[in-house]
């Protein structure tokens, strides 16, 4: 298996502007987890979903945020409008089980999202 | 508040040598406590996974122990390699929920030849 991919790796757009990000998990996976990193404060889970369905949605920062998973192989994060303090490392991770047990978390390689 | 702490933020040390890293919660109850490597540029790939029953875990070189009690992890590697230089995360998981996970900021970890 090529591991969960995610394009595009990077991705510099000007404030206003609408992003989507792209995220195939591992073939067989359950869940699909997206989480953003910055260096201000580290990695933070925004939003999982179980079987295509989100669960938890809580971590979205703002009503700017959307994610969708039209079906097992594909997930979509999507940010309108754009703003600069969005800026960070977004990563899609999936898993057989929830993040609770003990099964692992297979991480992509990461958009760099720049925003002007 | 739910907290992960991690120490050293940074450490350097020669090739060959051992180091231990540190990581202290205050999430209880919690599930499992997971610690990551993660290359610059990369997505953290997990090393361990301990439960709260479990005191130790190895992984090739990295061992990493549990203390339930004092709330405490550790992430010891033996007879480092250049290609040690990463971050490494540790991550709690709560039993009340799966969104509630909580990531410590890492330990810049760099390797000299």
């Known amino acids: 298996d090529a591991g969960v991919i995610q394009s595009p790796r990077h991705e510099v757009t000007e404030m206003g502007q609408e992003v989507t990000l792209r995220c195939k998990p591992i073939?067989?996976?359950?869940?699909l987890f997206w989480y953003r990193q910055t260096m201000m404060r580290g990695l933070e889970l925004l939003i999982y979903?179980?079987?295509?369905?989100?669960?938890?949605d809580s971590g979205m920062p703002e009503d700017r945020f959307s994610a969708k998973m039209p079906n097992a192989s594909f997930s979509t994060l999507k940010i309108q409008p754009s703003e600069p303090r969005d800026s960070a490392v977004y990563f899609c991770?999936?898993?057989?089980?929830?993040?609770?047990?003990?099964?692992?978390?297979?991480f992509g390689p990461g958009t760099r999202l720049t925003v002007l | 508040k739910n907290q992960v702490e991690q120490s050293p933020q940074s450490l350097i040390i020669l090739e060959g040598k051992n180091c231990t890293l540190q990581c202290n919660y205050t999430v209880s109850p919690f599930s499992n406590l997971r610690w990551y490597k993660q290359d610059t540029g990369r997505g953290p790939v997990s090393l361990t996974i301990m439960t709260f029953s479990e005191n130790t875990k190895s992984n090739g070189r990295y061992t990493a122990t549990l203390d339930a009690d004092t709330k405490q992890s550790s992430l010891h590697i033996t007879a480092s390699q250049l290609s040690d230089s990463a971050s490494y995360i540790c991550v709690v998981s709560p039993y009340s929920s799966a969104s509630k996970i909580i990531f410590g900021s890492g330990t810049r970890l760099s390797i000299r030849p």
């Open positions: 991770a999936s898993s057989f089980r929830l993040a609770g047990s003990t099964d692992t978390q297979y």
């Open positions: 073939s067989g996976h359950d869940y």
């Open positions: 979903f179980n079987n295509n369905v989100p669960i938890d």
